[in-house]
């Protein structure tokens, strides 16, 4: 619903555009100064202005050529001193149409994947419940898992200009290659409690009972990898700093999804499958 009333703010990887981030190697001036040196050379007035941690700043700005490109990084340079160019990329609005539609199949397709997986490897569960429904109910935590950080970089891309780029995308992948992970734990143990137990005891209080044997585990694990991606998010530098902060909120939402989104699932879809 946040990405729906904000829009996604998508980066100049999916609309196309030109990014260029500066270094200052004296005092840093104002992001109006900045903005109003490059539109008084570049003629484009949708340019956007932000600083980085450090001493620097990065402008985002319609895709202009080579020639363009030096122009405006001699005005920044003539008008506020020593300026070091750190990146600068430009990308085609038809490259960027082709990513963003490639990244959405990418998505698609993994988890169709992840739910062929499930349903083969839970398989010998059709007794008590179809791997196919196993699978969905993986998809419903997995869908969970992408909701929160888009949400939440929508919000931060209305109030403080993040954008959404290739970078994100990758964490998007890893975030539901990790939680899918988590998921197959719980669904592991539940398969071991059946088939060493059988199906005598209600079925929820099996999924209960895997949840608490497997919740030590996915606490430990989520933590360790939240220690590193704090770790990276402070010191890995600009580019990895928002690709640390979406696998953060990832995880952290794949890590209860697992336990308080797939298990309910599981459970209310049995209870439907015994009800026919």
Not at 54 to 78: C, K, P, W, Y
Not at 131 to 154: E, N, T
Not at 200 to 213: A, C, E, I, N, P
Not at 259 to 275: C, D, E, G
């Amino acid at each position: 619903m946040v990405a729906l009333v904000f829009g996604l703010p998508l980066g100049a990887d999916f609309k196309g555009g030109s990014v260029m981030e500066i270094k200052f190697n004296g005092d840093r001036p104002g992001l109006a100064d900045i903005k109003e040196t490059i539109i008084s050379v570049s003629g484009i007035n949708d340019a956007s202005v932000v600083f980085t941690e450090s001493d620097g700043a990065i402008a985002r700005f319609n895709e202009v050529n080579e020639t363009m490109h030096q122009e405006v990084l001699t005005a920044l340079s003539e008008k506020f001193g020593d300026v070091e160019e750190e990146r600068f990329d430009s990308i085609g609005p038809l490259v960027g149409s082709e990513l963003k539609s490639k990244s959405v199949t990418a998505i698609i397709l993994v988890l169709l994947a992840i739910i062929i997986y499930i349903a083969f490897v839970f398989r010998r569960l059709s007794n008590v419940l179809s791997p196919w429904v196993m699978g969905l109910g993986a998809m419903g935590a997995l869908v969970h898992d992408i909701i929160i950080p888009v949400g939440i970089f929508a919000i931060l891309g209305k109030y403080i200009g993040i954008e959404i780029n290739a970078i994100f995308i990758a964490a998007i992948l890893t975030i539901l290659g990790y939680s899918v992970s988590d998921t197959v734990v719980v669904y592991d143990r539940v398969r071991e409690n059946i088939l060493r137990f059988g199906s005598r005891d209600d079925f929820s209080l099996t999924v209960h009972k895997s949840v608490m044997q497997t919740l030590s585990r996915s606490i430990n694990t989520t933590l360790t990898t939240i220690l590193s991606l704090v770790a990276i998010y402070f010191f890995g530098g600009q580019t990895l700093k928002f690709f640390s902060l979406a696998l953060i909120i990832g995880i952290v939402a794949g890590s209860y999804s697992s336990i308080f989104v797939a298990a309910p699932i599981l459970i209310w879809l049995n209870k439907k499958h015994k009800a026919r």
